[in-house]
């Protein structure tokens, strides 16, 4: 299995099997997705590690993230220059956390910072709205979007300041019945 | 302080989590030559510390680690149906996943039940050396009588189906000698049937306890359902447009629910006395209509078992169809009260004046205790059937000699009758309307609309057809074999209708509240089959107990042909003595556990109230009032740097240090606004 491919060298597939929660072959695999993204641009020799990455916009067309109204969101808080460019440890990163086996914790920490569309460490209401609108592409009448919104932050706020501090998301998530098994991606 | 031993253990999970996986920083890490060196130097350590014992437990544990992940992965690879679950999920969400996954949890715990069974009942019989078949038949008649016959045997479960390994009656009450030991078919009988109960419960249980954990945690009232919906409603697993676009109108639809909820809670608020009045007398007028519909159901129940167990008796066979219609006349009607009772229920509902999340339970409750009861009123007709025996001349007189084959073959035609209905209801049904509404231009079709895929009537379904497993196994051993093939086929015909011909259902379920619903109604079926097997006289004439006056004798006559050490101990665990002493202790422990989760509850709300406290003290800090750091002064020596709220955590301190690393991964820098700390001083403060 590892002795045939050429993609990377020993130690790299054993740091990505021990830092991430994916197998050898899911890293293989993920590489083959990756370079299925952009063939001529990805090179297939990864053991001396080229700095290659993929714009935005291939990302998103990926089949699991099409149907996702924050795929923008979540690629580009993946990538270290916030503008969405992602390369492929970010890349396998981005799926490491999304996939089944991250832990809550982990999970609450990038679900606040895609929810923060304006990066300024707080889920203010003007977020809310905005992540609102996207879930709802825009079906609810203004009236409802602030009575939600205004809803949500008096179920969730408990330092009284009108905006959610991770704090307040991370122990609002917690009680989240659902946020596990809704906060991940298949690949 | 239970405080200081809270955030001691706060720190060590910190140190544990540092052994799971975490998340790579790769690009800070693996791409710098500084990287490259140290990894160089560490391996020349390694191999100049080869034999140093931390160095090979770290190696030996990380190798674990990948083995049992390999383990993992292969394991969940052999999952029954894997990819169709898969296919289900990105379709159509978590909710009606979990229907499926309820489903393959099913198929598998009856393959186990009929193992178990198959292993100690009917093998031992099978390879019996000195086999005596007390009933000798005719091997010729089969072929001489009609193909009819057996067609309608096969379906009723009488006939040659009454001398094979299906029935109760066919099993022998004599111990069965091997060469080497004697087997106690009896005892082994009984002991079996509680063994696959408690094995039942157990799994049940232990499937139960994550949602019930949950459970518990979850404050009573309806809470943060908007938040809930909001940051994790939107199911990442989507992948097709129609899924996407159906789980949006979904959203949209719970979304608009609640608020139209708020406002009648409003409303409900406003009531007058006199509205109330009003209410509660229309609520009990409803209820009592209820429970006369349910009355009669119970009623025609009864007479329909009544009347089938006399026409079989009469043994005058009129014609197929007729029979056939004689024979499987409890189960329709236990069907059709089935189908007509939730429709009545959700029109009644209406009327009822309730909270809308509140209908649904109440309507659910209600279609439960009637789908149970009525297999109760069932097993209890045939009951008053057997009293009779003695007295009236024209009682069954199969029933009379041996009852235990008659109710194995009842439960035989109803898990039979309930696949062909689940069958016929999907092909003859669901297809000609799913045709109707798509060819068919008329705005009457239109509206009906395609059939919806209700999942609490789906599991009712299947929870009820695992009822009458359950029961039905001590009077028919290769009942869960039958129920396995059954479910088995479920699963496929359930799948191919969800995606011809169903919509979802537009009020959409949650994966996580039905999870504890399902296994729960679940345990009241299994309750109830525990009861028939426990209160149970056999007959004299048949089966593994005709030597005793009640099954449960097979246990002492065992136990008297045990050595009398043995038969000691055995006593001693038989006193009153012991059993008083037993109860005392259980009574303890569970005292002793309630007490710890209310105290555990105490300590939440106490550390909420002081989170709350920390927040505003730390507002006002920033607002510039002389306020010294609050953290460090309401959780003394667990604070990080800056306090809470003002800087995400770094997603290293939440993995550990178990990768090569050295630098950190900063997180997308226009977040940071302190400064990014390194995992060990994180570590060290939090000391």
């Known amino acids: 299995m590892g002795n045939k491919q050429t993609i990377f060298t020993d130690e790299q597939l054993d740091a990505y099997q021990d830092c991430t929660f994916f197998t050898r072959k899911e890293i293989l695999r993920l590489h083959s997705r990756y370079h299925e993204l952009a063939p001529h641009l990805v090179p297939m020799d990864y053991t001396n590690e080229p700095d290659c990455k993929l714009p935005l916009a291939l990302i998103v067309d990926m089949p699991e993230l099409k149907e996702n109204p924050f795929r923008n969101r979540i690629v580009e808080s993946f990538s270290e220059d916030g503008m969405g460019n992602l390369s492929f440890n970010e890349f396998v990163d981005m799926f490491s956390v999304l996939s089944e086996m991250a832990p809550r914790e982990l999970k609450a920490i990038y679900a606040f910072k895609i929810y923060d569309y304006n990066v300024d460490n707080y889920l203010c209401k003007e977020d809310l709205e905005k992540t609102l609108n996207k879930l709802t592409k825009e079906e609810l009448t203004p009236e409802e979007v602030e009575l939600v919104c205004e809803k949500a932050i008096e179920e969730a706020d408990l330092d009284g300041d009108n905006k959610l501090s991770y704090a307040d998301f991370e122990n609002m998530i917690t009680r989240a019945p659902d946020f596990l098994s809704t906060f991940h991606i298949r690949i | ?687």
């Open chain 2, 1 to 687: 302080s239970y405080q200081s031993l809270l955030y001691r253990r706060k720190s060590s999970s910190i140190k544990s989590r540092g052994s799971s996986k975490g998340r790579l920083s790769i690009s800070g890490r693996l791409n710098t030559e500084r990287r490259k060196s140290q990894m160089e130097q560490r391996r020349m350590e390694e191999r100049k510390n080869l034999i140093s014992c931390r160095q090979w437990k770290a190696g030996a544990r990380r190798y674990m680690k990948r083995l049992t992940d390999d383990a993992h992965t292969f394991l969940s690879s052999m999952k029954l149906w894997r990819s169709d679950i898969h296919q289900i999920e990105g379709m159509f969400g978590t909710g009606i996943l979990s229907y499926f996954s309820f489903l393959r949890f099913l198929v598998a715990l009856n393959l186990i039940i009929f193992l178990v069974m198959f292993c100690f009942v009917m093998l031992p019989m099978i390879i019996d050396p000195h086999p005596i078949r007390n009933v000798t038949y005719n091997e010729h008649q089969g072929i001489l009588i009609n193909y009819h016959e057996h067609i309608l045997d096969l379906l009723s479960g009488e006939g040659i189906l009454e001398r094979t390994y299906l029935l109760y009656g066919f099993y022998k009450s004599d111990e069965i000698r091997f060469p080497m030991f004697t087997y106690k078919l009896p005892l082994a009988y009984l002991l079996t049937t509680l063994g696959y109960l408690l094995l039942s419960l157990l799994w049940i249980v232990k499937r139960s306890a994550e949602g019930f954990k949950r459970h518990l945690i979850k404050d009573e009232d309806r809470f943060q359902s908007f938040c809930n919906k909001i940051f994790a409603g939107w199911d990442f697993c989507i992948t097709s447009e129609s899924a996407a676009k159906q789980k949006r109108n979904s959203l949209l639809y719970e979304l608009k629910t609640d608020l139209e909820d708020e406002r009648i809670k409003q409303k409900m608020a406003d009531r007058t006395r006199k509205d109330k009045c009003r209410i509660y007398f229309l609520r009990v007028i409803l209820n009592m209509f209820v429970i006369g519909v349910l009355a009669v159901c119970f009623f025609c129940i009864y007479a329909a078992t009544t009347f089938s167990q006399k026409a079989e008796n009469r043994n005058k066979k009129v014609n197929f169809i007729v029979d056939l219609i004689h024979e499987y006349l409890p189960s329709i009607v236990i069907t059709l009260a089935n189908f007509i009772t939730p429709l009545l229920f959700s029109v009644i509902i209406n009327f009822e004046d309730y909270s809308p999340a509140f209908e649904i339970r109440f309507t659910l409750m209600r279609c439960v205790f009637m789908r149970l009861t009525s297999i109760a009123v069932l097993l209890f007709s045939l009951w008053s059937q057997l009293k009779q025996c003695g007295t009236d001349p024209c009682s069954n007189q199969k029933l009379c000699n041996c009852w235990e084959t008659r109710v194995g073959q009842e439960m035989y035609k109803l898990t039979i009758f309930d696949f062909i209905i689940i069958l016929s209801v999907t092909l003859f049904v669901e297809f000609p309307r799913k045709m109707l509404v798509h060819f068919c231009k008329c705005p009457l079709a239109k509206m009906w609309g395609l059939q919806e895929f209700s999942i609490p009537q789906n599991v009712l379904e299947i929870v009820y057809g695992q009822t009458i497993c359950w029961i039905g196994t001590f009077y028919c051993p290769m009942l869960p074999a039958i129920c396995t093939i059954k479910y088995f086929c479920i699963f496929y015909i359930k799948k191919l209708s969800l995606i011809k011909n169903c919509r979802p259902a537009t009020r959409p379920f949650r994966a996580s509240s039905s999870h504890f619903f399902f296994l729960g109604v679940l345990l009241i079926g299994l309750i109830l089959a525990c009861l028939p097997i426990s209160i149970s006289l056999p007959s004299q004439a048949c089966g593994p107990f005709s030597n005793y006056n009640t099954s449960w004798e097979a246990l002492p006559a065992a136990v008297e042909a045990l050595p009398q050490n043995a038969k000691n101990f055995i006593n001693l665990l038989g006193s009153e003595t012991f059993a008083v002493s037993f109860f005392v202790v259980t009574c303890l422990a569970m005292f002793y556990v309630i007490a710890l989760a209310g105290a555990h509850k105490k300590v939440i709300n106490q550390l909420r109230e002081k989170l709350v406290m920390v927040c505003r003290l730390d507002s006002l800090q920033s607002e510039g009032w002389p306020v010294k750091n609050p953290c460090t002064e309401i959780f003394p020596g667990f604070c990080v740097t800056g306090g809470p709220g003002q800087t995400l955590p770094d997603p290293e301190a939440v993995s550990g240090p178990e990768c090569p690393s050295g630098q950190i991964h900063t997180a997308a820098p226009q977040s940071q606004q302190a400064e990014p700390q390194l995992p060990h001083q994180l570590l060290q403060q939090l000391q």
